[in-house]
């Protein structure tokens, strides 16, 4: 009776403090009771959901299974995660990149850097330049501790043809993938953790130095100075450093070597510092942090997936469709696109199509018009929207399209209250 009780009153009172779990996890809320949902069975598939999440030390007991999962049987309860030989953390998508499981076709990447190509050699006569960064996946760099199940036969991978053709084409990029192989058995300090998926906060920092330098010798662009503070090894990892473990939610820390930290100081601001956007995927988050974008480089802002936009120099919740294209390339000195060995078979998201237009074909940007043609596309996409579109156009004895026009001014129109809140 005790087992049975105690979670009932831990969820009523609160006895125990208990830690959160980390990663992408969807908070339940409670569902509301009502004849519909009941006779449905929504509310009771929904219910069972939002107990199973809210009851008492709920998140004790997902910490003992997942390390059970661990420790008996080697697996990661979290999303994509692999446990590779030694306790090493991958996800799965690293492994398939490395093996060419992923491989998107030598026709679609040559079509994609031709247009880059065409793209970067427009611009450079307006002196703006384009510059592609190819950043480490830990399936290359640690392939030695790929779980032999998972082990494959190496094909023709994307960052390998990639690669290929950015040179063959003359495009300037800096292949940070092969650099940190190379370096692996000399570097001072480790450049990936045992237990992350991203870049050790000291290897982004040879990141930035090797942009800066390759920025301002190849490119001829003025950047910021910076100086390094002295390197301190320690156990106590940052969570970049073990964002693969901390998202499997368990009670022990797998056992790991010491990590490098240093901090970067920027000099003051020059007058000529170079503007630019980096469109990328979550190794850049890493940068950003160290305001790579405000710091290194002037009013910078970061695409994240090229989709929302992030910079000290931007307030509100912005996305690239809120943005003149066409103005805020031409406003930039260079435009970083980087992103790692899985993600390129996504194509920059689909940057350099819409680049590309924006560039050789402009239209008159109208931000009112963007955003309602945005609005009334989620009004159609949506099954719900689209019934409630069709009993206010008949209550209002109008078209269906004129109703959907009707709520889209509305929606925009409280957009724009809580903006200049």
Same mark, same amino acid.
């Given at each position: 009776?005790?087992?049975?009780?105690? *979670?009932?009153?831990?969820?009523?009172?609160?006895?125990?403090?208990?830690? *959160?779990?980390?990663?992408?996890? #969807?908070?339940?809320?409670?569902?509301?009771?009502?004849?519909?949902?009941?006779?449905?069975?929504?509310y009771q598939k929904r219910i069972e959901k939002y107990a199973a @999440?809210?009851?008492?030390?709920?998140?004790?007991?997902?910490?003992?299974?997942?390390?059970?999962?661990?420790?008996?049987?080697?697996?990661?309860?979290?999303?994509?995660?692999?446990?590779?030989?030694?306790?090493?953390?991958?996800?799965?998508? =690293?492994?398939?990149?490395? $093996?060419?499981?992923?491989?998107?076709?030598?026709?679609?990447? @040559?079509?994609?850097?031709?247009?880059?190509?065409?793209?970067?050699?427009?611009?450079?006569?307006?002196?703006?330049?384009?510059?592609?960064?190819?950043?480490?996946?830990?399936?290359?760099?640690?392939?030695?501790?790929?779980?032999?199940?998972?082990?494959?036969?190496?094909?023709?991978?994307?960052?390998?043809?990639?690669?290929?053709?950015?040179?063959?084409?003359?495009?300037?990029?800096?292949?940070?993938?092969?650099?940190?192989?190379?370096?692996? +058995?000399?570097? /001072?300090?480790?450049?990936?953790?045992?237990?992350?998926?991203?870049?050790?906060?000291?290897?982004?920092?040879?990141?930035?130095?090797?942009?800066?330098?390759?920025?301002?010798?190849?490119?001829?662009?003025?950047?910021?100075?910076?100086?390094?503070?002295?390197?301190?090894? /320690?156990?106590?990892?940052?969570?970049? +450093?073990? +964002?693969?473990?901390?998202?499997?939610?368990?009670?022990?820390?797998?056992?790991?070597?010491?990590?490098? $930290?240093?901090?970067?100081?920027?000099?003051?601001?020059?007058?000529?510092?170079?503007?630019?956007?980096?469109?990328?995927?979550?190794?850049?988050? @890493?940068?950003?942090?160290?305001?790579?974008?405000? #710091?290194?480089?002037?009013?910078?802002?970061?695409?994240? $997936?090229?989709?929302?936009?992030?910079?000290?120099?931007?307030?509100?919740?912005?996305?690239?469709? +809120?943005?003149?294209?066409?103005?805020?390339?031409?406003?930039?000195?260079?435009?970083?696109?980087?992103?790692?060995?899985?993600?390129?078979?996504?194509? =920059?998201?689909?940057?350099?199509?819409?680049? =590309?237009?924006?560039?050789?074909?402009?239209?008159?940007?109208? =931000?009112?018009?963007?955003?309602?043609?945005?609005?009334?596309?989620?009004?159609? /996409?949506?099954? #719900?929207?689209?019934?409630?579109?069709?009993?206010?156009?008949?209550?209002?004895?109008?078209s269906i399209d004129s109703m959907i026009i009707l709520d889209a001014?509305?929606?925009?129109? @409280?957009?724009?209250?809580?903006?200049?809140?």
């Amino acid at each position: 009776m005790v087992t049975l009780l105690l *979670p009932m009153a831990q969820q009523e009172f609160d006895l125990v403090e208990i830690k *959160p779990l980390h990663g992408a996890i #969807k908070e339940r809320k409670k569902p509301s009771l009502n004849l519909d949902n009941w006779f449905s069975e929504k509310y009771q598939k929904r219910i069972e959901k939002y107990a199973a @999440q809210k009851f008492g030390f709920a998140n004790w007991f997902v910490r003992v299974e997942n390390q059970i999962q661990f420790t008996f049987y080697n697996k990661a309860k979290a999303r994509d995660a692999i446990v590779g030989k030694e306790k090493y953390l991958y996800e799965k998508s =690293y492994i398939d990149a490395y $093996y060419g499981n992923d491989f998107m076709g030598k026709k679609p990447i @040559q079509e994609l850097y031709t247009k880059l190509k065409l793209l970067s050699d427009t611009l450079e006569t307006l002196n703006k330049k384009i510059l592609i960064v190819f950043a480490p996946g830990k399936g290359r760099f640690f392939s030695e501790y790929i779980p032999d199940d998972l082990k494959a036969e190496k094909k023709l991978t994307n960052l390998k043809y990639c690669v290929e053709t950015v040179d063959s084409l003359g495009l300037d990029y800096i292949d940070m993938s092969t650099w940190f192989i190379n370096m692996k +058995d000399t570097a /001072s300090f480790p450049l990936y953790a045992k237990t992350g998926i991203h870049w050790s906060t000291y290897g982004v920092k040879l990141a930035i130095d090797s942009i800066a330098t390759y920025c301002q010798n190849n490119l001829g662009l003025t950047l910021n100075n910076y100086t390094w503070k002295p390197i301190d090894m /320690s156990l106590d990892l940052t969570t970049t +450093d073990m +964002d693969i473990e901390k998202g499997m939610n368990m009670i022990f820390k797998i056992p790991n070597y010491p990590m490098p $930290y240093t901090k970067m100081k920027f000099t003051e601001r020059k007058p000529n510092t170079a503007r630019t956007i980096i469109i990328a995927d979550s190794f850049f988050w @890493q940068m950003f942090n160290l305001e790579f974008t405000t #710091k290194l480089f002037q009013k910078g802002q970061f695409w994240f $997936y090229n989709k929302k936009v992030f910079s000290k120099n931007i307030k509100g919740k912005i996305t690239v469709e +809120d943005l003149d294209l066409n103005q805020e390339i031409l406003n930039q000195d260079i435009i970083i696109l980087l992103t790692t060995e899985p993600i390129l078979k996504r194509k =920059y998201w689909g940057f350099v199509d819409m680049a =590309y237009e924006a560039i050789f074909n402009p239209k008159p940007f109208d =931000y009112h018009d963007k955003q309602i043609e945005l609005i009334t596309n989620k009004i159609k /996409s949506s099954p #719900k929207w689209m019934v409630s579109i069709k009993k206010k156009a008949l209550a209002k004895d109008i078209s269906i399209d004129s109703m959907i026009i009707l709520d889209a001014e509305y929606v925009y129109k @409280q957009k724009l209250k809580k903006a200049v809140k």
